[in-house]
């Protein structure tokens, strides 16, 4: 026959099945170059002693029941301090616990550049790269891209290094004629959770010039620039000029005669693409 035997546990070993150590606060977010304090205590009576390990500031074994770690300034970006405690007819003899630290920096300005300067070619590849100097940790880190107020890309990264970095955000996409002189912005957000301060900067905005064949056009007559829907009327016949700026400058002459007596409205129109195409239309309207 076995017999087994059910020990009860008094409230003093239950207490003693964990580390009976509290920290104020457990979680500390701390800027770099900022102050930080974290207070030890206990509420076991059979113990010997607490203490503090760590790198700086230190504290050996004293018999109290609360204990102060402090610095006056952050300047080492990995630090674990440990608040230990002698234990007294305990076969766990010494514990401690190991407040969890983050320390962080932000940068004030980031910024976005690319290869050609922002002139691109449509149809054509291109990348954005956003620049966010010295920040730590990156692992905290999400980059989100705006195309005007629209958002259209996000980054988030995986270094686990504590210590800071000069950290890249690349948008590639390829543009249309439709994104020429649109602004582009990139955001850096560090999220510290509930413990730290909300942080995030904008890049100024990136204005992005797309050439396709010729992305602009101009009518002139004798060399006054004159707008598309403006009434012509029979003093006005002679020799038009079309100027496409692009890639490159094209110019291409029009007669025109006006006849009727009435007055006319002109339109033109120039279409992007691998081969350049004006078209000049004219419709007679009485006004």
């Not at 305990?90 to 630290?101: A, F």
């Not at 692992?139 to 970095?165: A, E, S």
Request: charged content about 20%; proline content about 6%.
């Amino acid at each position: 026959m076995t017999f087994y035997y059910i020990t009860a546990l008094t409230l003093h070993e239950c207490v003693l099945c964990s580390c009976p150590i509290k920290l104020n606060p457990p979680m500390v977010v701390v800027k770099y170059g900022d102050p930080i304090s974290i207070n030890c205590s206990t509420s076991e009576t059979h113990f010997e002693g607490m203490g503090w390990e760590a790198i700086k500031a230190g504290k050996s074994v004293q018999e109290t029941s609360h204990l102060n770690w402090a610095l006056t300034n952050v300047t080492d970006w990995d630090i674990n301090p440990s608040c230990f405690i002698n234990l007294k007819n305990s076969t766990l003899g010494q514990c401690d616990r190991i407040p969890k630290i983050v320390v962080y920096t932000f940068p004030r300005n980031i910024d976005i550049n690319s290869v050609t300067n922002g002139v691109m070619k449509e149809g054509e590849t291109h990348n954005l790269t956003c620049h966010i100097q010295h920040v730590a940790p990156v692992q905290n880190l999400t980059i989100r891209w705006y195309r005007g107020d629209t958002p259209v890309h996000i980054d988030t990264f995986n270094n686990q290094d504590r210590k800071p970095q000069n950290q890249t955000s690349v948008y590639t996409f390829t543009p249309t004629k439709d994104d020429n002189r649109i602004k582009f912005r990139c955001e850096a957000h560090m999220d510290l959770g509930p413990e730290g301060p909300e942080l995030n900067v904008s890049s100024p905005e990136y204005h992005i010039t797309v050439h396709c064949e010729y992305a602009m056009n101009i009518l002139l007559y004798q060399g006054k620039l004159l707008l598309p829907d403006v009434p012509l009327s029979r003093a006005d016949r002679g020799q038009y000029t079309i100027e496409a700026e692009g890639a490159g400058i094209l110019k291409q002459k029009f007669q025109i005669n006006v006849l009727c007596e009435c007055r006319c409205r002109f339109f033109f129109f120039l279409q992007c693409r691998k081969k350049l195409n004006l078209t000049l239309l004219l419709i007679v309207t009485k006004l």
